[in-house]
């Protein structure tokens, strides 16, 4: 822990990146917007050689959704899995990968837990209040981050002090007796900036033993030392309790799971002269996971767990502008993660990398970026991951990207030192996954009435880690699997008139598991996501989303092979005195009362009605 301590407070981080503000109003086109997780620069969408949605603000705000995964699956190509009502576990896929494949991050700080490589997106410090955008990038990009971005990154960017102090209630109260409650503050007078956020939220769960009861809290100082530079720290946090009824082929009634999550940050970035920024950041996340079995349910064995993990790292970017042709990236990072396992015991490991990206002009129309990076670990086999991107700017404003690039996924504390045992056993000798991904897209913008996007993608997967017996039938991970996954998507959004937008999205994929010739079950064949959106110029705004999800399922499987979900949002936005403002808002999530389940044996919440006001000054 000192060591981790130590590395936390003396390592640096890269993000160098000055977060521009959106377009208000919501319904824009996307062209001007600036993302920055497709190339860790400041880059307008329209731009970037890769495929990447952004989910925005006033989208957030707006969706009947009232969770990150719920708002995260609106995305193309995004499928997230979740084990029943707010509080349980929720995570993502991307195009057909797996949760431990796709990169999770708050403002650039990574979040994957190596103790099980994924991040469950219910356990996030952020409240919704709190974020200015979800960018999500699908196709690998190791080569700019590393493990575990092997199928896509999603990059949640909270929003950051201004001039004009900026204050937030709100409440909602819905069926189940499931309350939200939120107050977020920020403000940036002059050089010093702060800001904090403190949230609530309980549920009682609509199948027994599925309630949930949760503080989120953050905060955030901040100095600027020039007009261009600035220091800033900050911290956020969860406590969570959530009960664990179990599939409901073996219901377990009194098994509980308790989680503190810490985010700790500080970072510096400057522009150093008119050519060369830099940012430095060093981070530290603290996980402890507390599993109290019962002694009620059939699969309960009366034991206890503790989880303790941590993460320390740090990372320094450096950005040049050489000529006018060719914009380098360039960074170092070095990162310690730690486990403290009742299961396993104390388990640690080094890891570091160096990566350089230029992007280079060849000419008006054209422009290539090219990226590498090293990373290095101390268990598993050292990794070096290129990446070709190519934008093609054509006349009637449509643009060609096409990218191809290496990516790899690290086996987990998990699956190397699960403890051995006449039933499972850990692999130390595992290997990680590693994936080749190709694409080619197009993009179409009509002025202020649409944008079109289209894209085909295919992902070569080789060495995937896969639990299964061996001939002593113990359960214990290995390198045995392959796959190839293809793929088609389309994202389209629709300004008919003021006010009103049209967003749809459709993506196809087929996912072969080489070893058996067959599709990887649990996997999505079609989704579509469809929605109309319509704000008044007095106020009123409404919102219908609908979802249609058709699976590849095994034999046996209890899953849906496909359901159709409807939701819907009616609000009123208000005004009180000079200074106040706010919103009334009624929503309807599973109109249709739908039966479904996104995770085998756990069905999602039935029609819930929910309602709540907010307020800003």
């Known amino acids: 822990m000192k060591k981790g301590f130590v590395l936390w407070m003396m390592a640096g981080l890269s993000s160098g990146v000055v977060f521009s503000a959106l377009p208000a109003g919501g319904a824009e086109v996307e062209l001007g917007r600036v993302v920055v997780t497709a190339t860790k620069t400041e880059t307008e969408i329209s731009e970037v050689p890769q495929s990447i949605s952004v989910i925005t603000k006033e989208e957030i705000q707006n969706s009947p959704d009232r969770t990150i995964g719920e708002i995260l699956q609106r995305a193309p190509a995004v499928q997230v899995t979740q084990n029943g009502p707010m509080g349980a576990l929720a995570v993502p896929q991307v195009r057909g990968s797996t949760a431990g494949q796709v990169l999770i991050l708050v403002d650039g700080q990574r979040l994957n837990d190596a103790q099980n490589g994924q991040y469950d997106l219910s356990n996030l410090p952020v409240l919704k209040e709190d974020i200015e955008r979800i960018e999500v990038l699908r196709g690998g990009a190791s080569a700019l981050y590393g493990a575990d971005a092997l199928a896509g990154v999603i990059n949640i960017i909270t929003k950051t002090p201004t001039a004009k102090p900026s204050t937030s209630v709100s409440a909602s109260y819905g069926r189940f007796d499931t309350q939200q409650y939120s107050l977020t503050h920020r403000w940036k007078p002059g050089p010093f900036s702060y800001g904090i956020s403190l949230g609530r939220e309980k549920s009682d769960g609509y199948r027994e033993n599925s309630q949930y009861d949760a503080w989120i809290m953050g905060g955030e100082v901040g100095y600027s030392l020039t007009s261009q530079s600035e220091v800033k720290f900050s911290a956020r946090y969860i406590q969570k309790e959530v009960g664990l009824p179990g599939p409901v082929s073996s219901p377990d009634p009194d098994d509980r799971q308790k989680d503190d999550n810490t985010l700790l940050n500080l970072s510096y970035q400057g522009q150093i002269t008119p050519r060369l920024k830099l940012g430095f950041k060093g981070w530290q996340n603290q996980y402890r996971n507390t599993f109290d079995a019962g002694s009620q349910g059939i699969l309960s064995m009366g034991t206890s767990a503790l989880h303790k993990s941590s993460e320390s790292g740090g990372d320094f970017q450096a950005t040049y502008q050489l000529g006018k042709r060719n914009l380098f990236v360039g960074g170092l990072e070095i990162i310690e993660d730690r486990a403290n396992s009742s299961s396993f015991g104390v388990e640690q490991a080094t890891r570091g990398a160096v990566y350089l990206q230029d992007e280079i002009e060849i000419g008006k129309p054209l422009t290539a970026t090219l990226g590498l990076r090293y990373d290095f670990h101390s268990v598993y086999d050292n990794q070096l991951d290129p990446r070709l991107g190519v934008l093609l700017r054509l006349p009637a404003e449509v643009r060609l990207r096409a990218s191809a690039g290496r990516s790899f996924r690290a086996p987990t504390f998990n699956d190397l030192y699960w403890p051995a045992s006449a039933y499972t056993a850990g692999n130390p000798n595992l290997k990680p996954e590693t994936a080749w991904n190709y694409e080619l897209g197009a993009e179409k913008d009509f002025q202020k009435i649409s944008t079109i996007k289209v894209a085909g993608f295919y992902r070569d997967v080789k060495d995937l880690i896969n639990w299964a017996p061996d001939a002593n039938f113990v359960w214990r991970p290995s390198n045995i699997s392959d ?38 079950p649990n996997r999505p064949k079609h989704v579509v996501n469809a929605g109309v959106d319509y704000k008044s110029p007095f106020g009123l705004k409404g919102s219908l989303k609908g979802r249609y999800l058709r699976l590849y399922t095994s034999q046996g499987s209890t899953l849906n092979q496909d359901y159709f979900v409807l939701d819907a949002r009616v609000g009123y936005e208000f005004k009180a005195w000079q200074y106040l403002k706010g919103e009334a808002y009624l929503g309807l999530t599973n109109a249709l009362d739908r039966e479904y389940q996104t995770s085998e044996g756990y069905p999602m919440p039935p029609r819930s009605l929910n309602g709540g006001v907010s307020i800003a000054f």
């Not at 937008?501 to 598991?513: C, E, F, G, K, V």
């Open 483 to 520: 796959a190839k996954i293809w793929g088609a998507e389309a994202e389209f959004v629709f300004y008919p008139a003021k006010g009103w937008a049209i967003p749809l999205n459709y993506s196809y994929l087929y996912p072969r598991d080489e070893s058996t010739g067959g599709p990887i």
